[in-house]
């Protein structure tokens, strides 16, 4: 019989065909970017939670890398002894075993705390914790509450590493004794499907991105039918319905199926190959925002755990923005602001972004609640700029649902971001072209490098240069946007 670790029953729990992947074909695979980065956060805080619930460092850590299983289990039944904090203690029993990342002393029994980097307490987490209960129970553990930690977005870091008051406690031992009964039977059931030795023929589908964002969809998908024209592609669509009927394919999806204006233009467009463009309808829209115009981009960082005093968890940190003035003429400047020093970018920022915008004008960007809110953030932070900056939010206009009202081609596959605009509007602009940072998560893991003591003088040049530029891209992109948009393709811009 197998044992089951913790993950793969829940690996289990999303997918029996991602558990048997896991267990049998690991190096399919493969985890996007974002999912990486949701690693490194929870590793950090997994970190952080262990200075906070152990202030005097008097508790035992076991390295499940160099300790390897066996000896962790033992070690942790030698640290059970001594009655002091614990960080993953491990457990094995009746075909499953767990790591808990903190078990504290409790009178004669102990209190169990798992830690996640999430905000609020997710409905899988219950399931989580209620495998982890079972295992350390059945292993001999007497415990006397289980809890979730996780972090507290509204609190706000002080300074001088002091994260007291980052994570929330919540009580979860009732919801994870009731859920024992059933953890049996996932072990039970995941090892049925291991013994088979068969992989389960499991159609994709929306248990590939819930709770977690399978790592192997990219297998499972390559090996199903492929659609030319997915249904997908369409706009705020559910195409669950039709992917069980077998329908798959735009082009056979029934003519009877009820679509909405922007679903029905980007099926027409798609099966006919050809873009379509409201050239009046778009100028209209522009006509009223007339020239000076400003055309902004923000770069931001949201780390979980805040680096910068008075910020709080998760909260969007502007680092960088990329401004292009347009002349009534046609005439284009650049302004840009960047901040690699280590320390908080925000009040220079603020102040550099007052200067560039100017007092007239309109300031175009691209999905304007993203920009507006990190206006409306700095504004809150720093008082004596805050009429100047809420009047740069008043001046902002959106190109986003200019481009989403007015123009589709058939390469955006029902996206209107930008990346999937520009190709099709401009095609001789590419982000494919920029050296380094291509994306905003590209974007995010240059700054972080950037600004690590441990980076060199010249790795951190080449990463602002990267940054720059690719800022600059976005900017300049939506300026080349708004000349098709407004009629004045003639302008050399």
């Avoid at 075993?97 to 905000?119: G, N, Q, Y």
């Avoid at 209960?133 to 300074?159: K, M």
Wanted: glycine share 8%.
């Amino acid at each position: 019989m197998r044992t089951l670790s913790k993950s793969k029953l829940m690996a289990y729990r999303q997918c029996p065909r991602r558990l048997w992947l896991e267990v049998y074909q690991p190096a399919l695979r493969e985890d996007s970017a974002a999912t990486e980065t949701s690693f490194q956060t929870g590793y950090g805080v997994g970190d952080l939670a262990r200075k906070i619930y152990d202030p005097d460092q008097t508790g035992r850590l076991i390295d499940i890398q160099k300790d390897e299983f066996e000896n962790a289990f033992n070690l942790t039944q030698k640290f059970l002894g001594q009655k002091l904090p614990i960080f993953e203690a491990g457990f094995k029993a009746q075909g499953a075993l767990a790591f808990a990342d903190i078990l504290l002393p409790h009178k004669k029994r102990w209190r169990m705390v798992e830690v996640k980097s999430a905000t609020h307490i997710k409905d899988y987490y219950y399931e989580d914790i209620a495998v982890q209960t079972f295992v350390a129970q059945a292993s001999g553990l007497s415990l006397a509450q289980v809890a979730i930690a996780h972090i507290d977005n509204s609190w706000v870091y002080p300074g001088n590493s002091d994260y007291r008051g980052l994570l929330k406690e919540v009580d979860v031992t009732d919801e994870a004794l009731s859920r024992q009964s059933k953890v049996q039977g996932w072990i039970r059931e995941a090892q049925s499907i291991l013994a088979g030795g068969v992989e389960p023929k499991v159609t994709t589908g929306e248990q590939c991105g819930s709770p977690y964002e399978c790592g192997f969809y990219g297998h499972c998908s390559a090996l199903e039918p492929q659609a030319k024209y997915p249904i997908r592609w369409l706009p705020r669509f559910s195409d669950s319905a039709y992917r069980s009927q077998g329908i798959i394919d735009l082009s056979d999806l029934p003519s009877t199926v009820s679509l909405n204006q922007t679903q029905q233009r980007v099926k027409d467009c798609t099966l006919s190959g050809t873009p379509w463009f409201d050239a009046a309808g778009a100028a209209v829209d522009l006509a009223n925002h007339v020239l000076p115009g400003y055309f902004l981009d923000f770069e931001t960082i949201n780390p979980g755990i805040p680096t910068w005093k008075v910020t709080r968890p998760y909260q969007q940190i502007v680092f960088q923005f990329s401004l292009h003035r347009l002349g009534k003429r046609g005439k284009l400047e650049h302004n840009e602001f960047l901040d690699l020093s280590g320390n908080d970018p925000s009040r220079a920022c603020a102040e550099s972004l007052i200067d560039a915008c100017g007092e007239v004008g309109p300031v175009f960007v691209y999905n304007a609640a993203f920009e507006k809110a990190r206006i409306s953030e700095l504004s809150e932070r720093f008082k004596k700029l805050s009429k100047r900056l809420l009047a740069i939010n008043d001046r902002i206009v959106d190109l986003l649902p200019i481009a989403r009202n007015h123009y589709y081609h058939p390469s955006q596959q029902g996206s209107w971001s930008i990346k999937s605009v520009l190709p099709a509007v401009v095609p001789e602009l590419s982000y494919q072209s920029l050296e380094g940072v291509q994306d905003g998560g590209g974007a995010q893991g240059a700054f972080l490098e950037a600004i690590h003591p441990d980076t060199t003088a010249d790795r951190k040049k080449q990463l602002g240069s990267q940054l720059l530029a690719y800022c600059k891209m976005d900017t300049y992109a939506m300026v080349r946007l708004w000349q098709v948009f407004a009629g004045k393709t003639l302008w050399k811009l």
